[in-house]
């Protein structure tokens, strides 16, 4: 395997490097349907949720199309959680992603394995969610833009949905209409 060959040391710039390419890649944050990144000049409103076990707080929202959002996410959990915007299908065909990451080692409930995911070529970068480690903070920004009228918030860890970690998007009117 390549990853055995080269020294750390240049194997995590390279991963950073990676990273900051799929997230940059602009067919990688437009989701037809479900919006698109936000810019972080034109922030509509700003929202801290708390994600702990099983549960997000607040898990209803109510935005207006168009309308620009920064949720900064806080784990204050004893778990890996995720914060995910999507739709039915799109939560379920993330959560399969998830149960191979899981399965293959590439996390476990508790700890997040990057060099794994790496290897794999199964990194967590989409531009709808977040994935975080215990107590760590991440920032997710998002223009609610898609046509849908309802998104869901959900955590595809395995087994969290079910067990009620998930939310509501509502989305009206158009923003400065």
């Known amino acids: 395997m390549i990853t055995q060959s080269i020294p750390r040391v240049i194997l995590v710039p390279l991963m950073m490097l990676g990273t900051t390419a799929a997230m940059a890649d602009p067919d990688h944050d437009e989701l037809p349907g479900l919006g698109q990144v936000g810019d972080v000049s034109h922030i509509d409103q700003v929202i801290e949720v708390d994600m702990g076990e099983m549960y997000f707080c607040p898990d209803n929202f109510a935005f207006e199309r168009g309308e620009t959002v920064k949720f900064i996410l806080v784990n ?69 833009s898609g046509e849908q009228d309802e998104l869901i918030i959900a955590c595809n860890v395995p087994g969290y949905r079910v067990a009620g970690m998930e939310g509501v998007v509502t989305i009206g009117a158009d923003h400065l209409s």
């Open 76 to 144: 204050s959990g004893r778990m890996v959680h995720e914060f995910a915007i999507g739709t039915e299908e799109t939560q379920n065909v993330h959560e399969q992603e998830m149960n191979v990451m899981l399965r293959e080692g590439m996390m476990t409930t508790r700890i997040l394995r990057h060099d794994r995911m790496l290897a794999s070529g199964m990194m967590h970068v989409d531009a709808n969610a977040r994935l975080l480690a215990l107590d760590e903070t991440a920032e997710l920004i998002w223009t609610f």
